[in-house]
């Protein structure tokens, strides 16, 4: 979605359907992989490679034989939630991954995905934090938007780490056409009594969070009937071709229409929900540097630049060959 960026107050009753999984706390994992020595760390291989063979079988003993070689490892298995803007993130990751000689795979997400995270199954799980925070928190009220990535990482300890993707927030908007806002509907706080009789599109997620179809209800009054729509593509087609009145988006999602208006929120209800990636913690222990290159992915994404990739998509570029250019481009391949 491209707009101007609200911010918002978080609100009760924010929950959401989406699983979640979890990890220590995110200040722990990000120490542990900014502070790996790589010399240290290969000097201590070598080491340990030398020690072992100079080792010398006693008189009268034959040498023991050489163990097998090892098989290679497994690919590392990036979870996608299926999302357009999922598909793009997961196979930046497994880009990036491939860049540096680290075999990888994108695979769909199952019912038991948290499960095969945290035992290893899952290598790593691109995510929103404050939509994982709402499933697993038994609290009311979403924590300030500052303050949500510690939370989520203290609830999902021990098996799985948080690492933040500072640039995205894939919190939600409500958007109109042009001759809607041309009409004066420019504001949440004036659908009331217009939104009677009318429809609205959403993605599945906004039935149940406070800045979605709940919130507008509880806080402006509004009156829309509801259709569930998954594609934001389709979501749109349907505001512009009168189907529905207004829609609600992802930040972080492709449209595929132009000059799309986003409802002023007076009330301040919409719930930043920042990027996140969650990562195996045995993997952070065994492959620090893989995890590194997948932080770097985290660390360079943008709101706008995600969106931007799957506008490409949508144009006709293959999934992997527009993730494949735009690490190229970030110098990360």
């Not at 697993?136 to 989520?152: F, I, R």
Request: hydrophobic share 45%; proline share 7%.
């Amino acid at each position: 979605m491209r707009g101007k960026r609200q911010s918002g107050r978080p609100r009760k009753g924010d929950r959401s359907g989406t699983p979640g999984v979890g990890g220590p706390i995110v200040a722990n994992l990000s120490v542990r992989l900014e502070g790996v020595d790589r010399r240290g760390f290969l000097l201590g291989v070598t080491a340990v490679m030398v020690a072992g063979c100079a080792r010398v079988p006693p008189p009268g003993l034959s040498p023991t034989p050489s163990a097998p070689a090892t098989t290679a490892a497994p690919p590392l298995a990036i979870g996608s939630d299926g999302s357009p803007g999922g598909e793009i993130l997961a196979h930046l990751m497994v880009g990036a991954l491939l860049a540096k000689g680290r075999d990888a795979a994108t695979v769909a997400l199952g019912t038991d995905w948290q499960a095969a995270l945290g035992h290893g199954d899952l290598a790593a799980v691109p995510g929103y934090g404050g939509t994982l925070w709402a499933a697993l928190s038994q609290k009311g009220e979403t924590p300030a938007a500052d303050e949500v990535l510690g939370e989520l990482a203290t609830l999902v300890a021990p098996e799985i780490g948080v690492l933040a993707v500072t640039g995205i927030d894939g919190g939600l908007v409500w958007l109109v056409t042009p001759q809607t806002a041309k009409a004066g509907i420019t504001s949440l706080a004036r659908i009331s009594g217009w939104s009677k009789g009318k429809r609205a599109a959403v993605p599945e997620l906004a039935l149940t969070r406070g800045d979605g179809v709940p919130g507008l209800k509880a806080v402006y009054g509004a009156k829309f009937a509801v259709d569930t729509v998954a594609d934001p593509v389709e979501r749109a087609s349907r505001l512009t071709d009168g189907k529905d009145a207004l829609a609600a988006f992802r930040r972080t999602e492709y449209t595929g229409a132009t000059g799309l208006v986003a409802l002023v929120d007076p009330e301040e209800l919409a719930t930043p929900d920042p990027g996140v990636l969650l990562v195996n913690n045995a993997l952070a222990d065994a492959e620090p540097e893989n995890v590194l290159a997948l932080d770097a992915v985290a660390q360079a994404i943008t709101t706008d630049g995600l969106v931007d990739l799957q506008a490409q998509v949508v144009a006709g570029g293959s999934v992997a060959d527009v993730a494949d250019r735009w690490l190229k481009d970030q110098g990360l391949a």
